[in-house]
T-cell receptor
Framework: DAGITQSPRHKVTETGTPVTLRCHQT?????MYWYRQDPGHGLRLIHY???????DKGEVSDGYSVSRSKTEDFLLTLESATSSQTSVYFC????????????FGQGTRLTVV | AQSVSQHNHHVILSEAASLELGCNYS??????LFWYVQYPGQHLQLLLK??????LVKGIKGFEAEFIKSKFSFNLRKPSVQWSDTAEYFC????????????FGTGTRLKVLA
């Protein structure tokens, strides 16, 4: 398995509180991604990063922000968690360029009550 | 806009039956194509990939997929499924230029009956 660690693995939080999820990689891959997985929706891209301090929005970025201050770490922050953000969050990494695949972390199950 | 459609949301098969899962994509350019598998409670793992060349690609565990460019399709097949193939299967597309985003379909949940 690729060296990707997500933390925490499980979290329960209250509506309105800020939450930060961390993705740490040991592969030195340039690209990092945050997805959320929900029944009936598959995986939807939240944000991605193509280098340190270089990030861009995905298809479901509202209510989320990200930061990447080091190659190995990509943080996802829910500024004020809502029940609609209850989901399983996956981090993925890939090398730059064409003809590359993504490798996924183990996921973080977040419940907003 | 880039998108991936998986037509079968739930599939139930008996062991030894043949499997074909449909995947169509919409993308204005050259693409890489993928099938990922997610076993219950686990993360996504790469099953197979198409980058270029032979449109028939073989992956792990006896799976294969065929890229038909004219149909924008990348269907997954397995001649004889096993109970251990019970999982969710995701098709994904990525462009080969610009920013490298992986776009996923909604998934197909496969249940194989012993």
């Amino acid at each position: 398995d690729a060296g990707i660690t997500q933390s925490p693995r499980h979290k329960v939080t209250e509506t309105g509180t800020p939450v930060t999820l961390r993705c740490h990689q040991t592969e030195n891959h340039r690209y990092m991604y945050w997805y959320r997985q929900d029944p009936g929706h598959g995986l939807r891209l939240i944000h991605y990063s193509y280098g340190v301090k270089d990030t861009d929005k995905g298809e479901v970025s509202d209510g989320y922000s990200v930061s990447r201050s080091k190659t190995e770490d990509f943080l996802l922050t829910l500024e004020s968690a809502t029940s609609s953000q209850t989901s399983v969050y996956f981090c993925a990494i890939s090398l730059q360029g064409r003809d590359t695949e993504a490798f996924f972390g183990q996921g973080t199950r977040l419940t907003v009550v | 806009a880039q998108s991936v459609s998986q037509h079968n949301h739930h599939v139930i098969l008996s062991e030894a039956a043949s499997l074909e899962l449909g995947c169509n994509y919409s993308y204005g350019g050259t693409v890489n194509l993928f099938w990922y598998v997610q076993y219950p409670g686990q993360h996504l793992q790469l099953l197979l990939k198409y980058f270029s060349g032979d449109p028939l690609v073989k992956g792990i565990k006896g799976f294969e997929a065929e890229f038909i460019k004219s149909k924008f399709s990348f269907n997954l097949r397995k001649p004889s499924v096993q109970w251990s193939d019970t999982a969710e299967y995701f098709c994904a597309v990525k462009g080969t230029s610009g920013t490298y985003k992986y776009i996923f379909g909604t998934g197909t949940r496969l249940k194989v009956l012993a």
